[in-house]
């Protein structure tokens, strides 16, 4: 979302300067100023730097390490310095129980730029709106997307009003996000949608994107080649929701031309694809067209919890998927398949029987760790259930915490865990 930001700010003639706090790139970060070193792994993924910090006086009693990720304090600080006072700030924000480093960017930016506005979006800034106006130290507070709501008030800091300005809901019309900014990257993220007409109770997709809307497929290809031809990108990770959805006038004639291109890229899927959606041309084209990290949204073997919660997946989709990946070509391991776990009251028993499943399925099991959502259909009987004040303060939605696990303790997380990493072949 920034980075779009930063793009349109651009294309109106803005001078634009971007700190990423999670850069591995950053040139005090490649010399390992604390200890731990940014390691880097194939298809421009890996660690963040990753130092410990003493744990937030709600969080004492946990038995885990408490760390910041990214960039230190001090080289936020000296990256601030080295830019020319600007007009305002943005700082964006992802999952709600990671403000504290939001807070802390906030705190720093108006330390080396006192009087500077400081507008705060994102996720966070979104669903705990509330929370971020009294306590983040922003000077304003911007829910929902920002390019909506963010030019009012940029005009009234700056005295410029943009001329171009696109519709939130149109990406099309968008300018690419400006992952060509100093510093940049060795994959772009691609969206291709927004929104996901699922309502699944755990999700808060449809507060973030009410609508379900798609870009045009030759839109997207010209983003593609733009990012091939010019900048030599060869990973690209989607991050929609709903990938898949309406497939045969969206993603297919995309991979289509991909593969008729010959194009020598990499395409990558944290973001849950749905199993239902794949049958065997589908499956064809994502082998094909180089999808190298593949996750599907499983969550559960337990049917019943997907009428109630999901109403996604019936008995034997995962099966049917796995085969047609399979006669694609592609390899067990390469099938990721996200389980679910901590759902409010949710026992182990259903975690581990979930794992054993997917491996049975010929996938490759990976815990999704269920973080309570404000403004989830789920979110009261998260609250009713949670260990913690869940709703008093955003630290506790943590999913490390398994706040809402119905017959928690952690050694019984740990199990799981090893449960885990043995059905994937790793050591325990
Ligand atoms: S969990 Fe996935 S499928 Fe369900 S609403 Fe969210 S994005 Fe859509």
């Not at 944290?270 to 589908?282: F, V």
Request: hydrophobic residues 40%; proline residues 7%; positive net charge.
């Amino acid at each position: 979302g920034l980075l779009y930001l930063a793009a349109i700010l651009r294309r109106n003639g803005f001078a634009v300067d971007f700190v990423d706090c999670l850069a591995t790139r950053h040139p005090e970060t490649s010399g390992g100023l604390n200890g731990e070193r940014s390691k880097r792994r194939k298809f421009g993924t890996g660690n963040f730097l990753r130092t410990p910090i003493p744990k937030p006086a709600g969080l004492k009693d946990v038995p885990k390490t408490y760390s910041r990720y990214g960039i230190t304090p001090e080289e936020f600080k000296a990256g601030l310095k080295a830019i020319e006072r600007p007009a305002a700030v943005l700082v964006t924000s992802l999952m709600t129980y990671w403000y504290p480093g939001v807070f802390e960017a906030i705190r720093l930016a108006k330390e080396i730029f006192p009087g500077v506005p400081v507008i705060l979006g994102g996720i966070y800034a979104t669903l705990c709106t509330d929370h971020a106006q009294e306590h983040s130290g922003a000077d304003f507070v911007l829910s929902g997307p920002g390019e909506e709501t963010v030019w009012p008030l940029l005009k009234d800091i700056t005295g410029c009003a943009p001329a171009f300005i696109p519709k939130a809901q149109t990406l099309d019309d968008h300018p690419y996000p400006a992952f060509n900014l100093p510093g940049g990257s060795d994959y772009v993220c691609l969206i291709t949608s927004r929104g996901c007409p699922f309502r699944c109770a755990y999700c808060a997709s449809h507060k973030l994107a009410p609508l379900f809307t798609q870009r045009a497929p030759e839109a997207v290809l010209r983003e593609i080649y733009y990012w091939y031809h010019k900048y030599h990108i060869q990973d690209f990770t989607f991050y929609d929701d709903a990938l898949l959805i309406k497939k045969k006038v969206h993603i297919w004639p995309i991979l289509e031309e991909v593969i008729r291109e010959k194009l020598p890229v990499r395409f990558h899927t944290p973001n849950a694809l749905h199993i239902r959606e794949i049958d065997d041309y589908t499956a064809y084209l994502l082998f094909r067209a180089g999808f190298k990290t593949i996750r599907f949204g499983f969550e559960t073997a337990n049917m019943a919890r997907h009428r109630d919660m999901d109403g996604k997946i019936c008995e034997g989709d995962l099966m049917q998927a796995i085969k047609y990946l399979r006669q694609a070509g592609f390899e067990a391991k390469e099938i990721g398949v996200y389980i679910l776990s901590g759902l409010p009251g949710q026992e182990w028993r259903e975690v581990a029987y979930s794992i054993d499943y997917v491996k049975a399925a010929g996938g490759m099991p990976y815990l999704a760790e269920y973080s309570p959502i404000p403004g989830s259909p789920l979110w009261p009987k998260a609250v009713e259930t949670a260990r913690f004040p869940i709703a008093a303060d955003p630290i506790y939605q943590n999913n490390s915490l398994f706040p809402c696990a119905g017959d928690f303790s952690w050694e019984t997380v740990q199990r799981i865990k090893m449960q885990v990493r043995a059905a994937r072949g790793l050591s325990c």
